[in-house]
């Protein structure tokens, strides 16, 4: 048996995003790939740029629950009125997936 996937998604409205914010996030991802249960981030825009969804990958919901503890983390989070008009967080398990052809 497979062991199971969680994804951890942010659906965002961003705002215009600064230095800061692109230093935030950078540690932020930087933590992430380092947390134990991480596997991977996927990252796009809708089709008119106005909103973004990034998915975090997780071998399990402690982990996901880790990840969110950070202090980094959590500093970012109660800053998001400064650099998003609104987000929201979905967390999933991974029932099945379905590839085919080149995806890269």
């Known amino acids: 048996m497979k062991k199971p996937i969680y994804t951890a998604t942010f659906i965002i409205k961003p705002k215009d995003y600064n230095d800061e914010f692109h230093t935030l996030n ?6 992430a790939r380092k947390s134990p249960g991480y596997l991977y981030k996927e990252k796009w825009l809708s089709e008119d740029g106005k909103t973004e969804n990034i998915v975090y990958y997780w071998d399990s ?4 629950n880790e990840f969110a503890k950070n202090p ?3 500093v970012a989070k109660s800053r998001f ?3 998003y008009h609104g ?3 979905l ?3 991974v029932l099945q ?3 085919k052809g080149d995806l890269d």
Do not use: C, F, P, R
């Open 26 to 31: 950078d540690q932020i991802d930087e933590i």
């Open 61 to 64: 919901l402690d982990a996901i």
């Open 72 to 74: 980094v983390h959590k």
């Open 81 to 83: 009125n400064e650099w």
């Open 87 to 89: 987000y929201k967080v």
């Open 91 to 93: 967390i999933s398990e």
């Open 97 to 99: 997936t379905s590839t």
